[in-house]
């Protein structure tokens, strides 16, 4: 492919009415630098797309004043337009509505021409998200971990395509919005679609294959990318600004989007439907073609606890219109990156298949209507079961749970026509049903197409629960309700919550160990499931001369680095404790790095979760080993590490660097019964106070009030009440204090070391 860019911009196309006009700032925000040559994004280049069906808009930059001549031109059209580029050198010219067609040349004359060749006009897809839309349909270089989409070989044997075309945006980050993307149109083969996302390819060629139409495909995805990064309004839009932003208002169909892993991780479930609303609410205001289609993927099974939830907040987006949502509860391997992207990306294009082109057949498997009590049963009913229902493996359906008082039990289900009939012995009186509702979700229910049914329950939803879990002074918890049609009653004396207890409308201080419940009563009079959750004051904890609090002792240091530095060659401008991982006590906004050291006390063993939040780099060691490497220079990205771990205190290390630009630190971890939360740590105390200190005596009857800092070997490290340090020989010390040497070795054999 040659993209003539010294030489103007070719567009094809058939019509007699072209609107023109000039804009005072095309995308502004950030200024394309004055040159005399014509010249437009490279959004625009050979082998394009041009979405059929619409206006379309055409931009670029000349020298102001410029005079400039649009022909797109090929067997079926031929347009003619003119334009002159404003005082700023920008120029737009909307083309008129385009038929399925081509190929056509492109060509943009002023002082010099630009032209593009085999253009076509057909239908033209947005592919955004996070890692499961990035991750690309062969190997990817330097990530080990993904293996491709099944069968990756023979799908890139059959990925010659010219009616498929792709443009990869490549991966950008930028503090506020640009105008032009570095990137290339191209046509689907196997050396293109190799790199190209999985989940878009298969999307595209089922609508290529079903349509009979030039489809063009613009990934743009970022792995480990918060929703609220996409989102122009956030205040975070780094990948907006970046990947999006130039690309607008190049003409599309809609948009596929999956995304979610991040913000779940992050505990988001209470909000993140609201953050979806905004994104596609935005996306669409500034594009300025109407309410364009959406689709998005709900997350696979096994992420981690409180999935469901999350998959309920992925379902109410289908509240906004032109939206849709396609299970993946039966697509089995790795729950963060399966390799089934063919599944995915099909079952997306069903949606779009019957949303956007009226094609007959079925885009969504069963999802809940409704529930009837009959007697000890409960029936349900479903939207979306085609002709029927069936299971994915003839067997006794799975997954079913009911409930008569808020305790759910497993029950058996049979399926009675388009219905579902659902009942347990241990429930005679049942008021409630679910299905699925569990993150490792496990149900076999299918439509009579073979798509699988949705998650849900039924009741309303509980109330989130937010706040730190383990404080040293006090705490503030926060309440936040799931749903708005209702209100939040708690109590934090461990009764039940009912409607004679408190509604809540502030944040509650507590100042003392507490536990909260709440539940959510909606106006209809459903009543949620309790939410509860313990507050802890942290009280000091002494072990021998050792006294611990909660909180990090961190080192302070200043310079300016490209990726985290060597720490132990930097020179400490500054110690202390803090409450907890912050940047509160940088002096700088830029250019600093923290080192920070706590000890975790791990009460069961087994596999935990560590996560960094940062902008810049960030890494977090347990026990000197290294389990998240958040490094280099970039926006807030999440990423993540897993251990196992054994009883006993382990010591947490977190390093962070800010090389420019913003500035974010969050540490979480989750294990055995514990949800994602920040991370608790606990340090010594910075100064020494009397109780800690002891008296010791050598042989030679000299005496010194200290605290032990360490033993190691044969030698004692201590420190006096005027933070002097010294090294002693322990065979130079009393018997007495050898003594209580040994004992406390071996009391510090279960504590931080």
């Not at 003392?512 to 004051?537: I, L, P």
Request: proline share 5%; glycine share 10%; hydrophobic share 40%.
């Amino acid at each position: 492919m040659q993209i003539h860019r010294d030489k103007g911009v070719v567009i094809d196309m058939k019509s007699t009415a072209v609107i023109i006009f000039f804009i005072p700032l095309l995308l502004a925000i950030v200024n394309f630098p004055a040159s005399a040559d014509v010249r437009l994004p490279r959004i625009f280049g050979d082998h394009m797309v041009l979405q059929r069906g619409i206006k379309l808009p055409v931009w670029g930059w000349a020298e102001a004043g410029e005079r400039l001549t649009l022909t797109l031109k090929g067997e079926d059209l031929n347009v003619n337009a003119e334009v002159t580029a404003n005082g700023t050198g920008q120029w737009k010219i909307d083309l008129p509505v385009l038929k399925a067609g081509g190929p056509y040349v492109m060509t943009i004359t002023g002082n010099n021409s630009v032209i593009f060749n085999n253009v076509m006009a057909g239908e033209v897809w947005l592919c955004s998200g996070q890692s499961n839309m990035e991750v690309p349909v062969g190997l990817m270089n330097g990530a080990a971990w993904w293996k491709g989409v099944l069968n990756y070989e023979k799908e890139l044997e059959s990925a010659n395509n010219p009616k498929l075309r792709l443009f990869n945006v490549a991966t950008t980050w930028k503090q506020s919005p640009i105008q032009d993307v570095n990137g290339t149109w191209a046509l689907s083969s196997p050396e293109t679609a190799a790199g190209f996302s999985g989940t878009g390819f298969f999307f595209g060629k089922k609508l290529v294959k079903d349509l009979d139409v030039t489809v063009g495909l613009i990934e743009a995805a970022v792995g480990g990318m918060p929703i609220e990064q996409f989102s122009p309004h956030s205040g975070q839009a780094f990948w907006y600004n970046g990947m999006i932003a130039p690309v607008i208002p190049y003409g599309i169909r809609g948009a596929i989007w999956y995304q979610g892993e991040t913000n779940f991780w992050a505990g988001d479930r209470a909000n993140y439907f609201d953050k979806q609303k905004a994104l596609i609410d935005s996306w669409r205001q500034i594009w300025k073609q109407g309410d364009f289609p959406f689709y998005l993927v709900q997350l696979a099974p096994g992420l981690g606890e409180n999935l469901p939830l999350f998959w309920e907040a992925q379902a109410r987006t289908l509240s906004i219109k032109n939206t849709g949502i396609v299970s993946t509860n039966d697509i089995g391997g790795d729950p963060v990156h399966p390799r089934d992207k063919r599944g995915v990306g099909e079952r997306l294009a069903l949606w779009a298949l019957a949303k956007d082109y009226g094609r007959d057949g079925s885009f969504s498997g069963p999802t809940f209507k409704s529930m009837n009590v009959e007697g000890h049963m409960i029936r349900v009913n479903f939207d979306h079961v085609g002709s029927g229902l069936k299971t994915r493996n003839n067997e006794q359906i799975s997954g079913f749970e009911i409930s008569g008082d808020g305790e759910f039990y497993p029950a058996k289900a049979v399926i009675d026509g388009k219905t579902v009939l659902v009942a347990s012995k241990k429930v005679p009186k049942p008021a409630l049903v679910r299905l699925g509702w569990n993150h490792l979700s496990n149900t076999n229910l299918q439509n009579s197409d073979g798509l699988p049914a949705f998650p849900f329950r039924t009741g309303s939803s509980a109330p989130e629960i937010g706040g730190k879990r383990l404080f040293s002074n006090s705490s503030t918890i926060n309440l936040k309700p799931i749903e708005s049609n209702g209100s939040i009653h708690y109590s934090l004396d461990g009764s039940l919550p009912d409607k004679k207890s408190p509604i809540y409308a502030n944040p509650i201080e507590v100042r003392q160990t507490t536990t909260v419940r709440a539940r959510f009563y909606r106006d209809d009079g459903v009543v949620s499931s309790v939410a509860e959750s313990t507050f802890s004051k942290a009280q000091p904890r002494k072990y021998g001369v050792r006294m611990l609090n909660l909180g990090v002792s961190y080192k302070y240091y200043e310079g300016s680095w490209p990726a985290l530095p060597d720490f132990g060659n930097l020179k400490v401008l500054k110690t202390g404790v803090s409450n907890d991982f912050n940047l509160t006590m940088a002096d700088k906004t830029d250019g600093y790095a923290l080192a920070f050291t706590g000890y975790l006390d791990i009460k069961e063993p087994g596999l935990y979760t560590f996560q960094t939040t940062s902008d810049d780099g960030s890494a977090l060691l347990v026990d000197r080993q290294l389990i998240v490497d958040n490094n280099g220079i970039h926006a807030p990205i999440t990423k993540s590490g897993e251990v196992e771990l054994r009883k006993g205190w382990r010591k947490i290390e977190v390093f962070y660097f800010e090389g420019g630009g913003g500035e974010a630190l969050n540490v979480k971890y989750k294990g055995p019964n514990i949800s994602l939360q920040e991370l608790p740590c606990w340090c010594e105390q910075e100064s020494v106070t009397d109780d800690q200190l002891r008296v010791f005596t050598n042989k030679s009857g000299t005496k010194i009030k200290a605290k032990i800092v360490e033993v190691s070997d044969d030698k004692v490290k201590l420190i006096r009440d005027d933070n002097k340090k010294f090294i002693v020989p322990i065979n130079s010390l009393s018997e007495e204090d050898q003594d209580y040497l040994r004992d406390w070795v071996s009391n510090e054999a279960v504590e931080p070391k």
